[in-house]
């Protein structure tokens, strides 16, 4: 295929002065006096994009996205290497760049359309399109400075997409505005895919990145880090965000005893019994006649996963070391969304699996293998071991976290993965397919 974009060797360089004066001297000594220090933004990145796919770029903040994209779209220079694009590009970048904040919404349509080769004449063919796009009403005769963050970018983008760029450039503007107008920029965005242009857009969304994109690049520290399949990139990229919680939680309370009186040596100690790293949590409680030493979610192939599709097969796997002798053990999990609210639960009492007596020094695996038929959402685990009564053994809240995403659009925390039927007309029935693979439409 053709390439549209090439990216060669780019990195960039910013100066960074602990005072104003600093600059001053280094260029009345001709640079020989050094009072600044470097800030590599970017370092050696390099990447080709085919003409008519889509590409995400995902990494933390400050990780050098939006200094990729500018130099991309040409309103940064590289300090090294350089970038080569084929066709017209409309470009997103951060809110309301390239706005005149004292023009008003259509001095800055006219003005925006000029700079990507457009003539009045050829813009005003466009403006009712951008304007039914935007939907700002009386708000388009106004200087942009009266807009709301949201207006921006609802303007913004309806002048990139009504402008038919052979590459489009977005960076975050998709997590601006309500609903609804997010569901007409993804509906957009998926006809110019239909079109055949090029797109690439940042996002840290990883629903998007898997709706929209073919492949995905991930940035770390100014590198890249991981380029290829969607899903192998952003499960990447999740654990290096779990990684980074992990860290701020260990650092908030460094050695400190949990609930239990239980020690981070005492943690370490239980988790090399059955070969792994200590587990971290939210909250813990129980008399620790059981230990939880291990805790995760894996995929049908037993790989630990933190982005799941909608209805994809996974395990709740747990190790749990006992400390005492228990006639009968319990265990389970808890799954709850990002505001706390229960969306599934079930143990193995529950599920009619007795674990039987549990001695001193033994550890028993348990796994909880399910269809993850959840909404988009972030979702947390709870882990617990217990008795038949309800006394806690270990109780960990928190202890996986998982996003999920689903292929089609859908509102709720559960994926019900309905079928709609419809029917028009004696023996006329019509299928679409959606999530649930078969949808008919009928009519009495």
């Known amino acids: 295929m053709t390439t549209a974009l090439r990216v060669e060797g780019v990195a960039k360089q910013y100066r960074i002065y602990e005072h104003p004066s600093d600059r001053l001297v280094e260029s009345l000594t001709r640079g020989r006096v050094k009072r600044h220090r470097e800030f590599w933004a970017l370092r050696d990145v390099s990447f080709e994009v085919e003409k008519g796919t889509t590409t995400g770029i995902v990494g933390p903040n400050g990780s050098g996205k939006s200094t990729l994209l500018q130099i991309v779209t040409g309103t940064l220079e590289p300090t090294h290497g350089r970038v080569l694009v084929e066709g017209r590009v409309a470009a997103l970048l951060e809110l309301g760049a390239g706005f005149n904040p004292e023009f008003t919404g259509l001095e800055n349509v006219y003005m925006n359309a000029a700079l990507m080769g457009f003539s009045r004449r050829e813009t005003d063919g466009r403006l009712k399109g951008i304007e039914r796009f935007a939907e700002i009403g009386d708000f388009l005769h106004q200087p942009v400075k009266t807009y709301s963050s949201g207006m921006y970018v609802r303007l913004a983008f309806a002048i990139a997409v009504n402008t038919d760029p052979e590459v489009l450039v977005v960076d975050e503007a998709l997590s601006v505005g309500d609903t609804i107008f997010q569901h007409r920029c993804v509906r957009r965005i998926r006809e110019m895919q239909e079109a055949g242009t090029t797109i690439l857009f940042v996002s840290h969304e990883p629903t998007l990145v898997r709706a929209l994109c073919s492949r995905a690049i991930f940035l770390n520290a100014g590198r890249m880090l991981a380029d290829g399949e969607p899903v192998d990139v952003l499960n990447r990229y999740q654990r290096l965000i779990m990684a980074r919680e992990e860290a701020y939680d260990g650092e908030a309370e460094p050695g400190a005893a949990n609930a239990?009186?239980?020690?981070?040596?005492?943690?370490?100690?239980?988790?090399?019994?059955?070969?792994?790293?200590?587990?971290?949590?939210?909250?813990?409680?129980?008399?620790?006649?059981?230990?939880?030493?291990?805790?995760?979610?894996?995929?049908?192939?037993?790989?630990?996963?933190?982005?799941?599709?909608?209805?994809?097969?996974?395990?709740?796997?747990?190790?749990?070391?006992?400390?005492?002798?228990?006639?009968?053990?319990?265990?389970?999990?808890?799954?709850?969304?990002?505001?706390?609210?229960?969306?599934?639960?079930?143990?193995?009492?529950?599920?009619?699996?007795?674990?039987g007596a549990a001695r001193a020094g033994e550890v028993i695996e348990a796994e909880f293998a399910f269809d993850c038929w959840l909404g988009q959402e972030h979702y947390f685990v709870s882990v617990a071991a217990h008795s038949p009564e309800g006394v806690a053994f270990d109780w960990m809240d928190g202890v996986i976290f998982f996003r999920v995403a689903c292929p089609v659009e859908m509102e709720g925390l559960a994926n019900l993965n309905a079928r709609a039927t419809a029917r028009r007309g004696e023996g006329s029935v019509k299928t679409g397919q959606g999530d649930a693979k078969d949808v008919r439409v009928g009519a009495v």
């Open 260 to 355: 239990q009186g239980e020690s981070a040596a005492d943690q370490t100690s239980s988790a090399a019994a059955v070969g792994r790293a200590p587990l971290t949590y939210t909250y813990r409680h129980g008399n620790r006649d059981a230990e939880i030493v291990s805790a995760e979610l894996v995929n049908a192939r037993g790989e630990r996963v933190e982005l799941v599709d909608s209805g994809d097969a996974v395990v709740v796997r747990m190790k749990i070391l006992f400390r005492r002798d228990v006639e009968h053990p319990v265990c389970g999990f808890m799954i709850r969304n990002r505001h706390g609210i229960n969306v599934y639960g079930t143990n193995t009492e529950q599920r009619g699996l007795a674990l």
